[in-house]
């Protein structure tokens, strides 16, 4: 019998990615895809319910620029509404409160009055009021309460550290810190208990995934399929996400254009692999084919040879030879 055609693992390592880089892609994935986009909804109805309570109380949607209301309780920007940002400005680069339109006429409006100028892009609560926008909300809007606001800064903070792509602060310790900040804000929300379980527990297989890729010496193909999908997602909101310094953004766009870059490589030899491994699977069943071809000829033969004995034997019982 020919000797078998050693099989070749359905599993590959993952080259050129270190341990710190797999952490760090998989929380912006986590924190982008998972927390920001479930989370969104409840923070865009809590806004909105303050803009009512200030439209009724102080008339914010007809206030005149005089009469604007200036803090709630911090200070409101009036320059992220209205085109305020484009009129022209006193000596300094000050802006001139007094020609400004004051009327908040929404409460996206609303929102943008709370965080920074570069973050006020969005015009409804959809993927351009990404993450930062998010945790400034969480973090400045009175509605929100203060473990709220404590734990959005907890996760603001991971959020920057993010953008930095500073590979070597995502070591296990603080990968695990920055995902327990996240699921801790998550439940400080007051989410309804089916909203609060689905967060959590995408958070969780979102971090179980991170620890996987960095503890398993070879990488599970669906995995890897399922990583490079996301980073090939995240890779293309960076253009669409906010960052107060461009630098962040253009290394976060060289980080994962890295990373992607390298997941292909390793998705595409996985695919020589597994092709290997499909002729290397197809060469041991033709060689058992002509084994049991073989074989089978054999039996043949041996049932032909006591056939003709039998009959060998019949002829000699009753004297025929």
Not at 33 to 60: D, G, M, W
């Amino acid at each position: 019998m020919a000797a078998a055609v050693p099989r070749l693992s359905g599993r590959s390592t993952l080259h050129g990615v270190t341990d710190d880089q797999k952490r760090w892609v998989v929380f912006g994935i986590a924190l982008s895809k998972v927390l920001v986009t479930q989370i969104r909804p409840f923070v865009e109805q809590e806004v909105q319910k303050e803009y009512v309570s200030l439209s009724a109380s102080h008339s914010i949607h007809t206030q005149s620029t005089s009469g604007r209301l200036k803090h709630w309780p911090t200070f409101l920007k009036y320059e992220n509404i209205n085109g305020n940002d484009a009129l022209p400005r006193l000596p300094g680069r000050r802006y001139d409160y007094s020609k400004f339109g004051c009327r908040v006429t929404s409460h996206v409006d609303f929102a943008k009055l709370y965080v920074e100028n570069h973050m006020a892009k969005f015009n409804a609560f959809d993927e351009h009021c990404d993450a930062s926008a998010v945790l400034a909300l969480l973090g400045k809007v009175p509605v929100f309460s203060h473990p709220v606001q404590c734990a959005a800064g907890d996760v603001r903070q991971a959020r920057n550290a993010w953008a930095h792509c500073a590979f070597s602060d995502w070591d296990p310790v603080n990968y695990q810190q920055r995902f327990d900040e996240m699921a801790n804000l998550a439940k400080a929300l007051g989410l309804t208990p089916a909203v609060e379980r689905n967060v959590l527990g995408q958070l969780k297989d979102w971090e179980t995934k991170g620890t996987i890729l960095c503890m398993n010496p070879t990488v599970d193909p669906d995995l890897l399929k399922l990583v490079q999908q996301h980073v090939n997602t995240l890779r293309t909101d960076v253009d669409q996400l906010t960052f107060e310094v461009q630098e962040d953004r253009e290394r976060v766009s060289l980080a994962l254009d890295e990373l992607e870059a390298r997941l292909c490589e390793n998705m595409a030899s996985m695919q020589c692999e597994q092709e290997a491994r499909m002729a290397s699977m197809q060469c041991e069943q033709e060689v058992m084919k002509q084994e049991q071809s073989s074989l089978s000829n054999k039996v043949d033969t041996l049932q032909t040879d006591v056939e003709t004995l039998k009959q060998y034997h019949s002829n000699v019982s009753v004297g025929k030879l």
